[in-house]
């Protein structure tokens, strides 16, 4: 020992008998140790001269029994011993590989042993619990930093004594004897300790140390079994007493069956004159056959390889070494363990796991501590189950977030085996720990659906459908089997791989047995590779560049500038989810349009130009919206010649760069983009099973099986269930006619103790005679069971060889090409809705299907991708107009063009029918009409001349609201779904809203600010969804857009708002076509591509717009409420000419939106028995302007003034009293005009 570590040792005290003296200096001496510790080097010397010195039996440990009520000095030593105590493994970080260092490291570990067997004494554990219940007695604000230092120094300390490994060759101890580890036990247990422990972990004021109470719990139990602890010092079931009958059966027939062989090998004669024999129709080293020296008895275990020396297997290709075997503790310590679990379960098991799961969630524990929440999630449910189940005990962690957990956690570890290859055992060992926790999770689910508490099985039921319906859940055992490796996981963990599957395909098949249809979730990865690297090299040459141009114009020009609806429809110019900017995207469409001339493709130009041009209208970069044809055919030039800017390509790799960097750029050109795509299908349990048909999966169940002497009968049953369902209920037996299978089941036949492995037996016979009987017929099967084989194998050696070009895709020849490319060539600019059905009659070979010709034109070139091909749905995207029907069309516009309803008009006449947007593009291309908006449904004005301010009666103004619908709404909604059902497709009418969204926003009028004021007839639109049962989604609906409004009202941002279906009825609702068409009314935006999945509320409504478009939703049948009550009793006032001629046009554009409401008002008027003396009179532009919104109107002097009459002004006055009684209802009313808004709110100003 070094000299002055030797004086400071002695510097502590001495020991004279059970008496210990300290010296004057001893606290600083323990000061001293640990600084010396603080700075030892890497092959641990102090440590190890500590250790040798003895210093913790003779010196430390006494004077903490003995001299505990010094705190400084008890503190001192405590510190001192967690350092001494800390594991080898954190002192070198890992098993040292060198000789020298991997001496030091068993030193230590050897120090640490006989710390641990110093610490197995009642005292030293009678004063370490003394102290930590003192500390524990202090409430919170009454401990001191160094107190709550001090609680995590004695948790720590008990935590590295517990960690410390047992000595293989000291402690040669049997089962049920007491071990180094059952005395500290049993010293934890003696001074109360224990009790400490389980006070920590359900005190809700001693959250911190969770993890730390964990750590120990793990530890005390770290040799032990559930399954022992449940069964200490209670006898031993019929069960057990079966089971240990027939392993000592096992046992005697194997003992039999030897001795018999030893009988026979014992000749008569004497072992010198055992004879010499020639073994005919064996050849050895030469030509000559083998001489065999030896007595015949043993001949049948003779091989070449007898007496060669053993090939050494690489170190990489050995079998993974099993963990250390469980031993069985003195039965004091088991009872004492078994009564902790049960006080741990029923008072701490739920709080402390939760506490730790939380802790794990939030990333506040060290790394890899998660071990001992699986560890303890799988030993105390364990032992739950079988020690009487209760559900209520564990269930913290019976639940769907934790199978999703231990999901996560196998997933992760599995990926670690990956990369973290000189770590695989450690991250396998965890793996194992995960799948152990998964495994247990499914027995408890399954002890929980055999209940008599019918309200765990429904729990257990809501778990089981989540698990099975998720494929993550169903489908992780099919990897881990196809993904087990036995050179990194042992053979216990394919053990638990394969009784889990089993349980986990038992519980699959009764949940299936009980239901008709069982609907699962189907994932589905689709890849594309980029086309990044693919450009093809053009030229640019002056020349070049001519030529391309002729070719183009003409191409143009023949087509008579008219695009297909289909090439229309597929241009996107721009992406919206991505992240490059617009004004980048616009010019990269510019080099699009570029590109697309370069390669000829006149027509793809001229779609993205004019796609271009409506997404960036601004600045006529991609032409005015009102340019001709043979402007645009002069811009495309211009483009065509243009130097636009392009970004750099990648340069290409140098020749000096590495193979690995090649490899990078060759990645980077084939990057695969994934998309994930979630549908849902019905789940059928046979197709199930047949992705175990695989020799990846059959191959660890065999690798099991050939330890099936030593395997549990469980196992053994488990295996021989699963071959059972390939071979017998999918009738694919011929997976397992393979040689080594068939060695196999020969040593099971020819074993001495078979009776003990009768299920086995009897599926080997099975498998052999199937062989047999299939060798009869197929006389190859002898060479396939040289291999394993898969599905296509198996049918073949079963129902009989293929012969060769059958199966086999009929080849093209060049004649064959050559007409195909022509007929395609001749057709391609012919607009025909589907060309390849065009193609198919004009083919020599009639025998060709669509799929080959559409295969043949990809492999070909002439499409870029079998997509461009796809069929067409019959009845849309109908694009070729014949003569008669442009006459057709012709006589129509000039019949109807005067009147209110151009476009619907003619849309009801048309002999063929066709979409709106169709019929408009067609108008335009004839040249009938110059602009879109000439076809717009024109407003009637029939009751300007009533809007002088002159009163009706209440018959003229009932006349005048029915005289602006000369057609009943509903019976046109009908007649429009009877032609969308008939005629057009979904998708023409997603493309007629886009387009009318477009126009739209071109309005000067308050077409989209005003969504609800501009449709009269959605109050009648509602009452029909109302009569449909759909008064929910409506309601749904009219929530949406009052916390829209809201959350607009209150964050003054306003950004465009999913509407979002949660339920099965608001989903049905959102793909019925008439509520689709109340959305596009009350001015929602329909989804703008495939992007979006969701309507949007546009951020172009204001808060106040969208509580009157809830208003609008109202149902009709309820009588009003409150405010509504009051406010459409009120009467509306008058307007003058005063107001300006601006003001006036305004009311006439909204006087006709508002007449249906207005009449709801006079209705509902009429109906209330208070005000039927009092009958108002007012016009059309009176009502749309009493909003029932307005809580706390007041009529100004300014209104006052321009009422026409006495009478009129009291009315008005009356409804401000009734109003006034009523005051709290919700603004929710459009305003006409912003100025409009101004004035009412100057005019209550004023009356304030």
Request: net charge negative; aromatic share 6%; charged share 35%.
């Amino acid at each position: 020992m070094n000299c002055e570590l030797l004086a400071t040792c002695s510097a502590l005290g001495y020991l004279e008998g059970d008496t210990y003296h300290k010296e004057a200096d001893c606290l600083e001496s323990v000061k001293d140790l640990i600084r010396y510790l603080r700075h030892e080097d890497d092959t641990r010397d102090v440590r190890q001269q500590l250790g040798a010195g003895q210093i913790v039996q003779n010196d430390i440990l006494p004077i903490i029994i003995q001299h505990g009520q010094d705190k400084a000095l008890f503190d001192a030593c405590i510190r001192l011993m967690v350092n001494l105590t800390q594991p080898a493994m954190l002192c070198f970080g890992k098993v040292p590989d060198d000789p020298v260092f991997r001496h030091h490291f068993l030193q230590v570990t050897s120090h640490l042993q006989a710390y641990k067997e110093a610490f197995s004494s009642e005292k030293v554990f009678g004063i370490l619990s003394e102290i930590l219940y003192n500390l524990l007695q202090l409430d919170w604000d009454q401990r001191q930093e160094e107190d709550n230092l001090l609680i995590e120094r004695i948790l720590l300390l008990v935590r590295n004594v517990l960690h410390v490994p047992a000595d293989p060759c000291e402690e040669k101890k049997v089962d049920d004897d007491a071990s180094v580890h059952d005395r500290l036990l049993w010293a934890i247990h003696m001074s109360g300790f224990d009790d400490l422990v389980k006070f920590l972990a359900s005190a809700q004021s001693e959250q911190q140390w969770s993890m730390h109470v964990l750590e120990i719990i793990s530890l005390m139990f770290r040799d032990q079994t559930p399954e022992a602890l449940v069964s200490a010092g209670q006898a031993r079931s019929a069960e057990e007493k079966h089971r240990d009958s027939q392993e000592l059966e096992a046992l005697r027939q194997k003992e039999l069956a030897e001795k018999h062989s030893r009988t026979l090998q014992r000749g008569t004669r004497h072992s010198r004159f055992g004879g010499s024999y020639v073994v005919r129709g064996l050849k050895s080293i030469g030509d000559k056959d083998v001489i065999y020296h030896r007595n015949l008895h043993n001949f049948k275990n003779y091989t070449h390889d007898t007496g060669k020396a053993v090939r050494r297997v690489p170190k990489r290709n050995r079998q993974a070494q099993e963990g250390k075997d469980k031993r069985r503790s003195a039965l004091n310590v088991r009872l004492l363990l078994r009564e902790f679990c049960v006080d741990f379960l029923e008072n701490c098991y739920n709080h402390l796991m939760y506490l730790v799961k939380e802790s794990l969630i939030r990333e506040q524990t060290q790394q890899h501590d998660e071990t001992y929440y699986l560890w303890a999630l799988s030993f105390f449910m364990a032992f739950n189950r079988g020690n009487g189940f209760r559900a209520d005990l564990v269930s913290e962690t019976v639940s769907i977030r934790a199978f999703h957990f231990m999901e996560r956690n196998i997933t992760n570890y599995y990926e670690m085996i990956l990369t973290d290859r000189k770590e695989a055992t450690s991250w396998s060992r965890r793996m194992h720990l995960a799948l152990k926790a998964y495994q247990e999770l499914l027995l408890t689910v399954n002890e929980m659906d055999r209940s008599q508490d019918g309200s765990i099985r429904q729990s257990a039921n809501v778990i089981k459908s989540n698990i099975f319906y998720l494929m993550e859940y169903r489908e992780i055992f099919l990897t881990l089997l196809r993904k087990y490796d036995e050179t990194r996981q042992p053979q216990s963990y394919l053990k638990d791989l394969v009784e889990s599957t089993h349980l986990f395909l038992r519980m699959l098949e009764r949940f299936c047995k009980g239901r008709r249809n069982l609907m699962v979730q189907r994932k589905k990865v689709r890849r594309k590779r980029s086309q990044r690297g693919k450009k093809p090299a053009t030229e640019t040459s002056p020349e070049a560049l001519e030529e391309t141009w002729k070719i183009v114009e003409e191409e143009l020009k023949a087509a008579s500038y008219q695009l297909s609806g289909l090439l229309t429809e597929s241009i996107v110019p721009f992406d919206a989810t991505s992240e490059t900017p617009l004004e980048e995207q616009r010019t990269e469409a510019m080099v699009r349009v570029q590109d697309a001339l370069l390669a000829r493709l006149g027509p793809e130009a001229l779609g993205l130009l004019r796609a271009a041009r409506e997404v960036w209208p601004e600045g006529d970069v991609f032409g005015s919206v009102d340019v001709e044809p043979e402007e645009e055919l002069e811009l495309l030039k211009q483009i065509l010649h243009a130097n636009l800017p392009r970004s750099s390509p990648l340069e290409p790799a140098a020749e000096e760069e590495d193979d690995d960097d090649d490899d990078d750029a060759v990645e980077l050109e084939e990057e695969e983009l994934e998309n994930i795509q979630v549908s849902e299908k019905e789940f059928n349990f046979l197709d199930f099973i047949k992705r175990f048909a695989s020799p990846g999966i059959v191959r660890p169940y065999l690798l099991l099986l050939k330890s099936y002497s030593k395997n549990t009968p469980h196992t053994n049953h488990c295996i021989a269930r699963m071959l059972h369902r390939l071979a017998v209920d999918l009738r694919m037996d011929a997976l397992l006619f393979q040689l080594s299978v068939f060695n196999l089941f020969n040593k099971i036949l020819s074993d001495p103790a078979a009776a003990a492995y009768k299920e086995l037996m009897t599926f080997a016979k099975f498998v052999l005679n199937r062989f047999f009987a299939v060798a009869a017929k197929n006389n190859k099967a002898y060479v396939e069971i040289l291999f394993w084989k898969n599905v296509g194998a198996v049918r073949e050696m079963t129902e009989g060889y293929s012969h060769d070009g059958e199966g086999k895709k009929p080849s093209w020849t060049e004649e064959e090409e050559e007409e195909l490319r022509k007929l395609y060539e001749e057709h391609r600019h012919s607009e025909v809705p589907d060309i390849v059905e065009t193609l198919l009659p004009l083919l020599s070979n009639s025998s060709r299907t669509r799929r080959q010709v559409v295969t043949q034109l990809v492999h070909m070139g002439l499409v870029d991708n079998a997509k461009e091909l796809k069929k067409q749905k019959i009845g849309t995207r109908i694009v070729l107009w014949t003569e008669e029907q442009e006459q057709e069309l012709q006589m129509l516009f000039e019949e109807y063009k005067d009147s209110d309803d151009v476009l619907g008009n003619i849309l009801k006449k048309l002999t063929a029918k066709r979409s709106r947007a169709r019929v408009v593009d067609k108008l335009l291309s004839l040249g009938l009409v110059s602009e879109r908006r000439e076809l717009y449904k024109k407003r009637s004005r029939s009751a300007q001349g009533k809007r002088s301010g002159a009163a009706m009666t209440e018959e003229e103004f009932l006349d005048s609201l029915t005289q602006g619908f000369p057609d009943d709404p509903v019976e046109r909604d009908n007649e429009d779904d009877g032609e969308d059902e008939s005629e057009e497709s979904e998708e023409d009418e997603e493309e007629e809203e886009k387009r009318e969204t477009s126009l739209n926003e071109g309005r000067r009028t308050q077409t989209l600010h005003s969504p609800v004021g501009k449709r009269a007839d959605v109050g009648n639109m509602v009452w029909a969804l109302q009569q449909e049962g759909m008064s929910g989604p409506m309601l749904w609906l009219q929530n949406c857009l009052n916390r829209t409004a809201g959350d607009r009202k209150k964050d003054g941002l306003p950004q465009p708002v999913a509407i979002v279906p949660l339920t099965e009825e608001n989903e049905d609702a959102m793909d019925n076509k008439r509520f689709r068409k109340l959305l596009r009314k009350l001015g929602m935006r329909a989804p703008a591509n495939e992007q979006e999945s969701f309507w949007r509320i546009p951020e172009t409504i204001s808060d106040s717009q969208l509580r009157s478009a809830a208003a609008a939703l109202s149902p009709k049948e309820e009588e009003p409420r409150g405010d509504e009550e009051q406010n459409n009793s009120q009467t509306p006032t008058e307007e003058t000419h005063e107001e300006g001629q601006g003001l006036e046009e305004d009311e006439d554009e909204v006087s006709g939106e508002r007449r249906a409401q207005a009449l709801r008002a006079l209705l509902l008027t009429r109906k209330r028995k208070h005000h039927t003396s009092e009958q108002t009179e007012s016009t059309p532009v009176e009502d749309a302007q009493s909003t029932p919104e307005r809580s706390q109107e007041k009529t100004s002097t300014k209104r006052s003034r321009v009422l026409d009459n006495e009478d009129d002004s009291s009315d008005a006055m009356d409804t401000e009293t009734n109003g006034a009684a009523e005051s709290d209802g919700e603004d929710v009313s459009v305003p006409v005009k912003r100025r409009r808004k101004m004035v009412l709110i100057d005019d209550e100003e004023d009356e304030d």
